[in-house]
């Protein structure tokens, strides 16, 4: 049971946008930035998103996320089969004084 | 530019201790604000955060498996050893080594390619 809950799945038509939730609590999204990390099967995580909206360089940006109070997004448009991927959000829990993740995202891409 | 790389044992039987080793380079661990952290995926789940050791040799460890975990670092040779005392096929996973991007911020910007360990009798 991952301490960040985040839906299991989430579809959508190539072209379109997508939103993925990431919940948490006032110990970690509410007082911590909250990252984000995309995973192709197979593959190590790869950096996309920190502090709440931040891309770091090579990170397009039909990328994008927010954090508001104890939760955070992540969007994605003009979707592409190449974004279909596994997608995990993280932070910092004070409360555990330990790194946190969301169970993860898989995005499919009809 | 920096780069981590993971080794360590492929196939571990119960009981035994894990111990792996992150090389790394691009990066010290003596420069304020570096920290490495260690994160594992069973097949087929989600990332789990194993443990972190800053530059100043502060360690943090999960809490659920913080007896049996250590995290130690050489200085010296680039490198974040972490250790899992008496392990069990629910250990089975690809263990990653990561960078902290910020010790603020509780990113991590670089990752390993990981290695998969097996535990099994």
């Known amino acids: 049971q991952s301490v960040l809950t985040q839906p299991p799945s989430v579809s959508a038509a190539p072209g379109q946008k997508v939103t993925i939730s990431c919940f948490g609590s006032s110990s970690n999204i509410g007082i911590n930035s909250v990252s984000w990390y995309q995973q192709v099967p197979g593959r190590a995580p790869k950096f996309l998103i920190y502090d709440n909206n931040k891309r770091p360089s090579g990170i397009p940006d039909r990328f994008s996320a927010s954090k508001s109070g104890t939760s955070a997004t992540l969007g994605i448009t003009g979707l592409q089969t190449g974004d279909e991927a596994d997608y995990y959000c993280g932070t910092w829990d004070s409360s555990l004084n330990a790194g946190v993740f969301g169970g993860g995202t898989k995005l499919t891409v009809l | 530019q920096v780069t981590l790389r993971e080794s360590g044992p492929a196939l571990l039987t119960p009981t035994q201790t894990l111990t792996l080793t992150c090389t790394f380079s691009?990066?010290?661990?003596?420069?304020?604000?570096?920290?490495v952290s260690w994160i594992r995926q069973p097949p087929g789940k989600a990332l789990e955060w194993l443990a972190r050791?800053?530059?100043?040799?502060?360690?943090y460890y999960n809490t659920s498996l913080e007896t049996r975990l250590t995290i130690s670092k050489d200085t010296s040779k680039n490198q974040v050893v972490l250790t899992l005392t008496n392990m069990d096929p629910v250990d089975t996973a690809t263990y990653y080594c990561?960078?902290?991007?910020?010790?603020?911020?509780?990113?991590?910007?670089?990752w390993g390619q990981g290695t998969l360990v097996t535990v099994s009798s």
């Open positions: 990561a960078r902290v991007g910020h010790p603020a911020y509780y990113y991590y910007d670089y």
């Open positions: 050791i800053n530059w100043d040799d502060d360690k």
């Open positions: 691009g990066f010290s661990l003596t420069t304020s604000g570096m920290s």
